[in-house]
């Protein structure tokens, strides 16, 4: 009876030390995926070089906000909130985010030539659009 316990607890102990190897590889992806994500927005994005009509503008608009979105994984984007500015993407958190997620994030937003504005109740994330 005690061997088999311990042969129990012995596989129990190597099921757990899976578990901690898988959830290290899940991040990995994760992280991966994003910087996927990132090069795939940064190589099909191309500046215009003529204005264009007014329509197609606010088309244009709604596009650069969407690029810098596909480049988040879902449970960070749903944490976020973007806002088109005149040169930027502002990118401002809906709650608060954690040292982790907000680290997630800054990596993101650096990984495509954004930064992290620090302004107190103010503070956000910013991506200029032209890197966009």
Not at 31 to 52: D, E, G, M, R, Y
Not at 91 to 117: D, H, M, T
């Amino acid at each position: 009876m005690s061997e088999e316990k311990e042969k129990i607890e012995n596989l129990t102990k190597r099921v757990d030390e899976l578990v901690v190897i898988l959830n290290g590889i899940m991040e990995d992806l994760r992280q991966v995926s994003a910087s996927l994500k990132s090069l795939a927005v940064s190589k099909f994005t191309q500046p215009v070089v003529a204005p264009p009509p007014p329509q197609l503008q606010m088309r244009e608009k709604t596009k650069a906000i969407e690029d810098i979105k596909m480049m988040f994984p879902e449970d960070l984007e749903n944490l976020l909130s973007f806002e088109e500015k005149d040169q930027y993407v502002v990118i401002k958190p809906r709650q608060f985010l954690g040292s982790e997620n907000f680290s997630k994030i800054a990596s993101i937003v650096r990984g495509v030539g954004g930064e992290y504005v620090s302004a107190g109740k103010a503070s956000h994330f910013r991506v200029p659009k032209k890197g966009a």
